[in-house]
Nanobody
């Protein structure tokens, strides 16, 4: 079973940047990877996904500000988050989809506040 560990969250001021990392315990060469987030009192929502072929998809709310990438050699997926806003505050989760199954990490907190 694949284990996913997110890191890189923290407190940042509006307009700042963070890069989240998701390290997998095994190969991520096949299957899609994604970032999702859940704010207090809200449902978990898509942030961005990337397929094994490198095709990217973004939520409208983060287009132009966030960039997802993957390094198959390091079994790691990233999301670079720029121009952060208070409404980006949430727990961010990494997900791997492969073989008809989804695997989730434990999440990392991102707080955008002055």
């Amino acid at each position: 079973q694949v284990q996913l560990v997110e890191s890189g969250g923290g407190l940042v001021q509006p307009g700042g940047s963070l890069r989240l990392s998701c390290a997998a315990s095994g190969s991520i060469r096949f299957g899609s990877m994604g970032w999702y987030r859940q704010a207090p009192g809200k449902q978990r929502e898509l942030v961005a996904t990337i397929t094994s072929g490198g095709s990217e998809n973004y939520a409208d709310s983060v287009k132009g500000r966030f960039t997802i990438s993957r390094d198959n050699a390091k079994n790691t997926v990233y999301v670079q988050m720029n121009n952060l806003r208070p409404e980006d505050t949430a727990v961010y989760y990494c997900k791997r989809s492969f073989g008809g199954r989804d695997y989730w990490g434990q999440g990392t907190q991102v707080t955008v506040s002055s």
